[in-house]
C-alpha cells in the first residue's frame, strides 16, 4: 500500500510540475489579460495538464472538428462519389416555346468555373446542353432549395461578410462563392493603382481608389453594395510600388443567382440564344421545392472525403456550413438547426456535458459558439474509440508539413508530430488535437486563448511552445 501511495504521490507531483512548466510557458510578454486553458491528457485518459479546463472560450475554426467528426459519425462511407449530391440541369417545357434552363444545386461545394477546371466543372454542363442539341432557351433559373435560404448563421461578424472567410452558404455553390480581384501598382507613388476581375465576375462592378505607396504596407478596405441589376464592389487602400500585384478574394453575396449568370456567359460563349431572363430560386420557411422536370445532365462531385479533409488542412468556411446542412439532410429539413441536432446528438452519446458547448455554425465563424478544454479533450479521446478515428484524425493539419500548420513548429522537436485543428477570431486563437511526444506517446490536447487585449499579438507562439515544452518532459 506504502509503495502505491509513493506512485500516486509521484503521478500527481509529475503532473502538477508539468502544469507549472506549461503556466509558465504560457505567460508571454504582450499577453497579458489573455485567457488561456489548456488540457492535455494520455489516452487512456490520464490528465497532465490542467489549466482552466471547465471555463468556456470561443472555439474559433475547432468548431470544425465536431461538424466533421458527426460527417464520419453518421454519413456512413465517404471515400465513394455520391450520385445525388451533384449539380444537373433540367429542362422545364414552355409550350411551343423554347424550354427554360434550371441548375439545380445540391450542396455540392465544389462545382468550378474556371478555364482550367478539369473536374466538377460548370462547363462540363454547358457542354452537354449542345450536345443536347439545344439551341434556344427561354432563361436559366437557378435552384437552391435543396437547404433553406439563410446565407449566414448568427454570430458572424459584419466585417467578415465580405472576405472569403465569410462567403454566404447556398445550395448552389460556384467557386467556392468568391472571386477575386487583382490590384496592380503604379509606376510612382501617389499613383493610382490597376484594379481588375482576376476571373469573370457577371453582375459585379468596381468603384475604386487604390493608390500606389513607397510604404511596405498594403492596406484595402471593401464594401459591397447592392445598386439596381449590378452589385458594386468598392475598394479603397493602397498598394506597395514596388511589390507585386495583390489578389484579393471577395465574398460572392448572391451564389445562386451569380451560378445562373456564369451558366448563361458560358452558354452564350456556345452559340446558344439563352434570352434575357435569369433569376434565382430560394426556399423559406416550410415551402416545398417545385417538383423535378426532365433531366439532361448530372456532375458527379469528387468523394466526400476529399472535401472533408481539405476543408480540414486549410480551415474552409463555406464547406465547412454546407457539411453541416447535408448532416441536416439525415433527419431534418437541410437547415443549420438539423444539422447541430446531429452533432448534439453525437456529443450525447460521446458523453459530453451539455453545458460545457455550445455551437450555432459549423466552422467556427459564430461569436456565439463556446467549448470548455476538458470536454475538448474528451471528446477527442473518445473519437479514438470509433470506427472512423484514425480517417477523422487523417484529416487534421499537421505540424509543419500541411494545411494551417505547415508553417508552425518547424524546426522544432514537434515538426510533423502534431496533427491538430486551428481555429484563429479577433482576440482568440485555439489549437486542438493530437502530438506525438519525444519519447513517442501520443498524447491529446485542447488549447484556448481568449480575449487577448487590442495590440497584443498572436498566442499561437505561445501555445506551440508550451506544445514543445510538454513533449520534451513528457
Known sequence: MRFLALLLALALSACASLSDRARESLEQPGLEGARIGLVVMTLDGRELVAIRPDERFLPASNTKMFTVAAAFHRLGDMTMPDPSRGTSLELVPNGSGPPTLVLVGRGDATLIDAPDCLRNCLSDLADIVV??????????????????????????????????????????TINSN??????????????????????AAPGYVIEGLVTTSDSDEAEFSVTIEPAGPQNIVRLIGSVNRTGPAVTLPVAVQEPAYTAALRLKALLDTRGINTG??????????????????????????????????????????????????????????????????????????????????????????????????????????????????????DTLPIGGVDGTLRRRFTGTPLEGRVFAKTGTLRGTNALSGFIMTKSGQMLIFAAFANERPTGAGSATDALDATLVTISEMN
Do not use: C
Not at 432557351?137 to 432549395?145: C, F, L, N, P
Not at 461578410?161 to 454566404?168: E, N
Not at 499613383?191 to 476571373?199: H, L, R
Open 131 to 172: 450536345g443536347a442539341g439545344i439551341r434556344e432557351i427561354a432563361g436559366i433559373i437557378s435552384d437552391e432549395t435543396q437547404f433553406p435560404h439563410e446565407l449566414w448563421p448568427p454570430g458572424w461578424s459584419h466585417e467578415d461578410l465580405v472576405k472569403r472567410a465569410g462567403a454566404p452558404v447556398s445550395a448552389l
Open 178 to 199: 468568391e472571386m477575386r480581384i487583382t490590384v496592380t501598382p503604379g509606376p510612382a507613388d501617389g499613383d493610382p493603382a490597376s484594379i481588375a476581375w482576376a476571373d
Open 276 to 393: 434575357a431572363s435569369v433569376e434565382a430560386r430560394y426556399r423559406f420557411g416550410i415551402v416545398q421545392a417545385p417538383a423535378p422536370h426532365m433531366e439532361i445532365a448530372r456532375n458527379l462531385s469528387p468523394p466526400l472525403i476529399e472535401n472533408v479533409t481539405f476543408l480540414m488542412k486549410q480551415s474552409q468556411n463555406l464547406h465547412a456550413e454546407l457539411l453541416l446542412r447535408r448532416l441536416g439532410l439525415i433527419e431534418g429539413d437541410g437547415s443549420r438547426v438539423a444539422g447541430l441536432r446531429i452533432v448534439e446528438a453525437m456529443l450525447n452519446e460521446a458523453g459530453a456535458p451539455r453545458w460545457a458547448w455550445d455551437f450555432a455554425d459549423g466552422s467556427g465563424m459564430s461569436v456565439y459558439n463556446r467549448l470548455t478544454p476538458q470536454m475538448t479533450a474528451d471528446f477527442l479521446l473518445w473519437t479514438t474509440t470509433q470506427p472512423w478515428g484514425q480517417a477523422f484524425r
